[in-house]
């Protein structure tokens, strides 16, 4: 009898064994040396739960192993003691004393001064690239097998090809036009049936999409980019996945979404999150609520789902060698859980940047989320960086209102003088514009002098300039629709009639525009009195704003004019700043000026003034 009960055993156990499988383990591998010595394991595959995890490895420990509502995942919590080595040890997956799965995990060596990577900063210009509609470097990745989306470059919202080789390809002239640094939309995979061109759906947190190419490829990127001592900045989206996204179909616990499966989609009312007479009806489904019907809304306040994209993001800094990231959709998460996450990667990363969305036209709501402030309701934030909507907004309406008391240029003055309420607002991404809204030169009625101004304030003003792809070439587009604001740089696909890369076809306003951005720009690298001079602006005045950046060393003027006619301004008003300066040049039109009492301004033109 007890021998018939012993084969039965192993039998079931046997038959246990072979519906067991094990297909992810996230992170995939990890590091010694960092700062946190905690490292939990997301482990995938049928009947995993129904296993006991063992393995011998000095200096890892073994904390917890966490079975939840699905019996196919295993959360693993592992401690990683101050001495343990690089290396490789086997985690064992055993139903008795049968070993059924096993997973060769790796630590791997942090690299050299990793925890001590500067992030960018205001010495920064970046270039912001919609990857699949910059350059085609392997037109081979197009279509690849297992991708829902097959390529379609006539469809405006479809695959068109561009891809990391691209823009690997492409960096000498990045760096020729003067950008120092490089904002990806996301590049990690969006297997999704259509529209997944944009990367804001993701389905593989560990996975760059095939096709815009590989892990390795984007590792490559960032080698590359730091050859030429350029820095690199990933988009990282922690709010959503992709409806398709592969846990979907077999959600680890119940509370792995919000709102799910009876979809509510979000008010968008980002208020809500510093509102003090908010409703908890208002603020749940602003929190809770999904972006979009494909976009599923991840649950923060989980601690799983907390751990995991804490550690995600960590992976890809050290992985790649990232030195920023750009946070999609910044209020809509937990924003406690946002919080922590802030200051783990900067436990990482002391000199690390992460700038975050918070698409408000209202600077208080901005100022909110940024390390340093105290709020009314006691909420710490550690955010370092935010995109400066209300600046955007405010230059776009200066150019295009006639001047009055009240409009016009002084929109700007006035935008700036709300820095009182940031707590580092020289630490704030200003922009023209992005991959979300119409273009800039769009948005002035494709005035080519009130584009050059426009880039002139954002490129010598407080804060870190981004501009957005083809803006050098005056890519523009028909309507408001994102696929066409997105459209294909030119020349980045062979047969382009266009190439701003060789300049062929391009008409002599495009080539003029391409040398005002990169002569300004690469003037601007070396200025340290750009990038952290103090700035003094002065009320506009005769259509006429007029601006000083200065430390102890120099001091540099900018004159914006936006009259149909040239104008003649007196500096008399001017003295506090210009006293012990005499004359200067103009690094725009590379003129001397020999006399800077009274200063010669074109019509609607900005003039830089590196003063003598």
Known sequence: MKQILSLLIILITLNIAAQTSLERVEPTFWWTGMNSPELQLLVYGENISSTDVSFEYPGVELVAVTKVKSPNYLFIDLKLTENVQPGSFEIQFKIGKNIVQTYLYELKAREKNSASRKGFNSSDVIYLITPDRFVNGNPQNDWVEGMKEQPNRSDKDGRHGGDIRGIINSLDYLQEMGFTAVWLNPVLENNMTQVSYHGYSTTDFYKVDPRYGTNAEYRELNDELDKRGMKLIMDMIFNHCGSEHWWMEDLPMSDWLNNYPDIKITNHRHVVNMDPHVSEYDHNTMVNGWFVPTMPDLNQKNPFMAKYLIQNSIWWIEFVGLEGIRQDTWPYPDKDMMADWTLKVLAEYPNFNIVGEEWSMNPAMVSYWQKGKNNADGYKCYLPSLMDFPLQEAVSKGLNEDESWGDGLVKIYESIANDFIYPDADNLVIFPDNHDMPRFYVQVKEDVDFLKIGLAYFLTTRGIPQIYYGTEVL??????????????????????????????????????????????????????????????????????????????????????????????????????????????????????????????????????????
Do not use: C
């Open 475 to 612: 890519m523009t587009h028909p309507d408001g629709e994102h696929g066409k604001i997105r459209a294909d740089f030119y020349g980045g696909w062979e047969g382009d009639k266009i190439n701003s890369f060789s300049g062929e076809g391009l008409t002599d306003a495009q080539k003029d525009m391409q040398q005002y951005i990169s002569n300004i720009q690469n003037w601007r690298k070396n200025k340290e009195v750009i990038h952290t001079g103090k700035l003094v602006h002065f009320v506009p005045e005769d259509g006429i704003y007029t601006y000083f950046r200065f430390n102890d060393d120099e001091a540099v003027m900018i004159i914006l004019n936006k009259n149909e006619t040239d104008k003649v301004l007196t500096t008399d008003r001017f003295k506090e700043i210009i006293s012990n300066y005499s004359k200067g040049n103009d690094i725009i039109s590379s003129t001397k000026i020999s006399d800077i009492s009274e200063i010669n301004i074109s019509a609607k033109s900005a003039m830089i003034i590196d003063l003598k």
